[in-house]
C-alpha cells in the first residue's frame, strides 16, 4: 500500500499514471485480485477483509486522481509558459458576416446613379395621402390608388406604397434644377413568391430646362449595362403611370431571348410639377422607379422574393465577398 501509493505520488506523466491505474485497479489489476480472493476466505474474516480491502481501494483510486489533477496543471503550466497557447487568436466558430443582397443591391444601383451626377435624398415611412397620392396626380378617388393596396393608420397616415413622394418633397424643398435619386422601404398589402408587404424601390428625378426623353432613355439603357455588367438590349413599352406623361416600362432582353421588365419610368407630368411648386411652361422632367428585390433576384439568379427576407445563413452566406 504505501510502496503503491509512492508510486503514484512520483508519476511523471499522465501515461504513466494510467499505466499504474491498470496494474492497481484494473480488471486484472493487483488490488482486484484481492477482491476476487476474498472469496476463498473463511466465513468469519470475510467481512473484515473485504472492508479493507475497498479502504485500500478508495485510497488509491483519490491519490490517482489528485495526482492526475497535479500532473494536468503542470501540463497547463508548462503549456502556458512556453507561449503554446496563443490568446490572440481568434476564437473558434466565429464565422464573418456578409453583405445581404438588398443592400449590396441598393448600394450598386445607387454607386451607378451617384457616377450619373444623381445626388441622395430620403423621405418618411409613414406618408400623408398627399406626399404618396394626390400631388402625384392621384386625386382622392383615381383608380390607381385600389391597385397600391395601401396600409392606412388610424391616424389617416399611411405606409408609403412607393418612394415617389420623395419627389414631391424634394421639389417643394429644393426647386429645380434638381437630380435626385430616393431609396428605402415601401409597403403593400401583397404576399407570394414575387411579392411581401414591405419591400424596396429606388426612385430617380431629373427636374430642368430641356430634359427630354430621350435622356431618360440613354441614362436607364447605360445604368442597366452597368448594373448587369454586360451589353444588353432594351425596349421601352408604353404604360401607364398617372405622375408621368408618357410612361414607359423598360424591358432587358435576357439570355434565353425573353423581355424581363426592370423598371417605370416617363416624363413627369405637368400636374406632378404643379404640385411641386415648379413651372411646367419652364421646366421638364423625368422619372424612374424600380423595385430592388426584382433587381437582386434578377442578378442573382434568385427565385422566390421570400429568400431575401427568410435570413437563413445558407442562403445568405452565399453572397460573402
Ligand atoms: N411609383 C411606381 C410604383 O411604385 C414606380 C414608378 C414608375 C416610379 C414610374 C416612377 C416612374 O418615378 O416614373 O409602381
Redesign the pocket.
Known amino acids: 500500500m504505501r510502496k503503491a501509493l509512492a508510486a503514484i505520488q512520483s508519476a511523471a506523466a499522465p501515461d504513466e499514471l494510467e499505466a499504474l491505474r491498470v496494474r492497481l485497479l484494473g480488471r486484472k489489476g493487483e488490488v482486484t485480485a484481492q477482491l476476487k480472493a476474498l472469496g476463498s476466505l473463511p466465513a468469519a474474516e470475510r467481512p473484515a477483509a473485504g472492508k479493507a480491502v475497498n479502504r485500500i481501494k478508495k485510497e488509491l483510486s483519490a491519490a490517482i486522481a489528485e495526482r492526475r489533477r497535479a500532473l494536468n496543471e503542470c501540463l497547463l503550466d508548462a503549456d502556458l509558459s512556453a507561449g503554446g497557447i496563443d490568446a490572440s487568436l481568434p476564437g473558434r466558430g466565429v464565422l464573418p458576416g456578409s453583405e445581404h443582397p438588398i443592400s449590396r443591391t441598393l448600394r450598386r444601383v445607387r454607386t451607378i446613379l451617384a457616377g450619373a451626377g444623381f445626388s441622395a435624398r430620403s423621405g418618411p415611412e409613414i406618408e400623408d395621402e398627399f406626399h404618396n397620392f394626390t400631388a402625384l396626380n392621384m386625386p382622392g378617388n383615381h383608380p390607381a390608388r385600389d391597385m397600391h393596396d395601401t396600409f392606412y393608420l388610424p391616424s389617416g397616415m399611411l405606409l408609403r406604397?412607393?418612394t415617389?413622394p420623395v419627389?414631391i418633397r424634394s421639389m417643394l424643398a429644393e426647386g429645380a434644377p434638381l437630380k435626385i435619386i430616393s431609396s428605402g422601404r415601401v409597403f403593400r398589402r401583397d404576399s407570394d413568391q414575387t411579392h411581401t408587404p414591405v419591400f424596396h424601390?429606388v426612385?430617380g428625378l431629373a427636374v430642368d430646362e430641356g430634359v427630354s426623353l430621350a435622356n431618360l432613355k440613354s441614362l436607364l439603357h447605360e445604368f442597366a449595362e452597368r448594373f448587369f455588367e454586360r451589353k444588353v438590349q432594351v425596349r421601352f413599352r408604353a404604360s401607364y403611370?398617372p405622375?408621368?406623361e408618357p410612361?414607359a416600362e423598360m424591358d432587358v432582353r435576357w439570355e434565353d431571348g425573353g423581355w424581363l421588365e426592370i423598371l417605370?419610368?416617363?416624363m413627369v407630368h405637368p400636374q406632378v410639377l404643379r404640385s411641386g411648386g415648379l413651372d411646367p411652361e419652364r421646366y421638364t422632367g423625368y422619372?424612374?422607379?424600380m423595385g430592388v428585390e426584382r433587381m437582386a433576384m434578377l442578378r442573382y439568379g434568385v427565385r422566390d422574393i421570400r429568400r431575401l427576407f427568410g435570413n437563413d445563413v445558407r442562403f445568405l452566406g452565399q453572397f460573402a465577398p
Open positions: 406604397t412607393h415617389s419627389q424601390q426612385e403611370f405622375f408621368t410612361s417605370g419610368c416617363g422619372a424612374f422607379g
